[in-house]
Structure formats: C-alpha cells, structure tokens
C-alpha cells in the first residue's frame, strides 16, 4: 500500500481558491413587480456567472422569480422557503 505522508494532499489539484459566497439582495417587504424588477437591475451590474441570493417576502415571488429566471437566461441554482418568506440562488446568464 504507498504511503501518503501528507495526508494524500497530492490528490488534491491545485485550483484557484473558491469563490466567494453570494451577496445577498435584501427585497423583504416589497410586492410584486419590485422583487423582479430590482433583481433585472441588479443582475445587470453582475458578471455572467455571478451568483446572487435574492430575499423576498411576496408570496408571488415563488412564482415570478423562476420566470424571471427562464426568460432573463439567468439560472436558478437553489430555492429554499426561510421564516417569512423565500431565498433564491441566481446565476447571472451570458446576455
């Protein structure tokens, strides 16, 4: 059996670090068309690849978010219900 003495550290690849976690977008207490639209705004500064967390209080957002999603070309990665409300975990599409 070879011997690792480090641990098996040289399995590892040497990448650059990992990026670094996801602003938040506060958008609690706004009602729809405001979560989306600031979203749309937002995003737009962004690169493509940037991720973004998106907080919401409108019960429709669990419905205009991922449309926003779809037809901007941006991904959805994760959508999770919080106390009050929802997160959404956007990528920022290439257009």
Known sequence: MPEHGDGGQEDRPSTSPAPAPAPVYD???LNCPLPVL???KRLATMGPGSRL???TTDPLAVIDIP?????SG???IETAAVSGGHRFLVERGGG
Request: net charge positive; aromatic share 12%.
């Open 74 to 76: 941006h991904r959805l």
């Open 38 to 40: 600031k979203a749309k």
């Open 53 to 55: 967390w998106l907080e």
């Open 67 to 71: 449309a926003f999603c779809v037809e």
């Open 27 to 29: 958008l609690k207490g």
